[in-house]
């Protein structure tokens, strides 16, 4: 009974532990967060207002997005916030697969010996009846293997990447809609989405995107299909303006909306 009740003092002793550890992390992760608000991100926001303004590429993709949709849609300029994909954010993320992908190619020799002891312990060469491999053919094999891969992995994040940086998300208060434009360079979709027909939108932020500007946007429709656009700039602005319109819509002042 007494070793009973000491292990039972030292379960909740533990417990007591971890959840004032839980407690003290959420305490630390709010506090971040508050200073990160308050202090830094205003100060980062008047910095990257001002590249903006001196920012041509911005200037000549809006103008684009401006006319394309003016053409196709008719849209007023009045009310309209333009968003898309941070070309940093994709430069970054590239440079880090690219050194991903020289780092695994460069495991070939690995893979070769790996190649070399299959072919010893099924006795390949002896059921085909072939010269055991040489340690070069191995190599040149090993390559062609991991190149083949790496190729068919860097297909997709090219082609998904691409859409990335040519994709726009446009919200025009004014008509109470919102505009996806997926460019893949050899052909565009227009996504048009009525806001007043979302039930609910969630943005999703850690705290380097917070001090960035960056998050996803998930809005779930009335008819419950889920639209998710990911690692858009301004996302705080973007989740404010698709909010005024929700609470608008639905004679309230409150948006409908959650961070995430």
Request: glycine letters at 6%.
């Amino acid at each position: 009974m007494a070793a009973q009740k000491e292990s039972g003092r030292i379960k909740s002793f533990f417990l007591t532990l971890c959840g004032a550890m839980k407690s003290g992390c959420l305490w630390i992760a709010r506090s971040i967060a508050a200073v990160i608000d308050r202090s830094i991100k205003p100060r980062f926001t008047r910095f990257v207002s001002t590249l903006k303004d001196i920012n041509i590429y911005r200037h000549v993709r809006e103008h684009c997005i401006y006319r394309y949709l003016s053409t196709m849609m008719q849209l007023e300029k009045s009310g309209t916030v333009i968003t898309w994909q941070p070309f940093y954010l994709i430069l970054v993320k590239t440079i880090i697969a690219v050194t991903v992908f020289i780092f695994v190619f460069n495991l070939y020799p690995y893979l070769s010996g790996w190649l070399g002891e299959i072919v010893r312990f099924f006795r390949l060469h002896e059921i085909y009846h072939f010269d055991f491999p040489t340690r070069s053919s191995l190599d040149t094999a090993a390559q062609v293997i991991i190149a083949l891969v790496l190729g068919y992995i860097g297909l997709f994040f090219l082609i998904y990447h691409i859409q990335a940086l040519f994709s726009s998300l446009v919200i025009n208060n004014a008509g109470k809609k919102a505009y996806y434009i997926r460019n893949s360079v050899v052909c565009t979709s227009l996504y048009v989405f009525s806001v007043p027909e979302i039930d609910h939108i969630v943005l999703k932020q850690n705290i380097l995107f917070r001090l960035l500007g960056i998050g996803t946007i998930v809005f779930m429709k009335k008819s419950g299909e889920k639209v998710t656009i990911a690692s858009i700039k301004n996302a705080s602005k973007v989740f404010r303006q698709f909010s005024s319109i929700i609470g608008e819509n639905d004679g309230s002042n409150k948006p409908e909306g959650r961070y995430g």
